[in-house]
């Protein structure tokens, strides 16, 4: 059975997408010196599961319920994104303390001591006024919506 052109089209959405996100987010930190704090995690968690969903949707075609689901761990991170810039704005406040994990390798004493303190609370980098997380936001969702729509106009074609 062939793939409608807007699946095909939603499928590969649904693994570029976080994949670049994440390659963004990773870029950031370890070349831009960008560590992420607590919240910054929470929003990569969901970019993982869509790209391990979008995966099983290539490995099982048509995969529609696959990227669906993946559409939504995109929107998910997207909503995290958001309420993170809304901390960052000072719009409300966050669920917890701001923490950074220590990095990996070596003596674990010396890691937590020299990790470096990120709050969450503070944008450290901010492109038109957006911060890091609200872009996070604006892709996210945008590319959520864009699978969704893709996904319902090209629906299943009788066997």
């Given at each position: 059975m062939a793939?409608?052109?807007?699946?095909r089209i939603a499928r590969a959405l649904?693994?570029?997408?976080p994949a670049l996100l994440l390659a963004g987010a990773y870029v950031s930190q370890y070349?831009?010196?960008l560590y992420p704090c607590e919240m910054c995690w929470w929003q990569r968690w969901p970019h993982f599961?869509?790209?391990?969903l979008a995966a099983l949707a290539y490995l099982r075609p048509p995969g529609r319920?696959?990227?669906?689901?993946?559409?939504?761990a995109i929107a998910v991170s997207g909503l995290i994104g958001g309420f993170h810039a809304g901390v960052e704005y000072g719009w409300w406040e966050g669920l917890t303390a701001c923490a950074t994990t220590a990095s990996a390798g070596g003596d674990p004493l010396e890691a937590i001591l020299n990790a470096p303190i990120t709050r969450c609370d503070v944008a450290p980098w901010t492109l038109?006024?957006?911060?890091?997380a609200g872009w996070n936001f604006l892709f996210s969702c945008a590319s959520a919506l864009a699978?969704?729509?893709l996904l319902a106009g090209s629906r299943r074609s009788p066997e």
């Open positions: 793939l409608r052109e807007g699946t649904a693994l570029t997408a070349v831009f010196g599961a869509a790209i391990g319920t696959f990227v669906w689901l993946a559409a939504a038109m006024g957006i911060s890091l699978i969704a729509i």
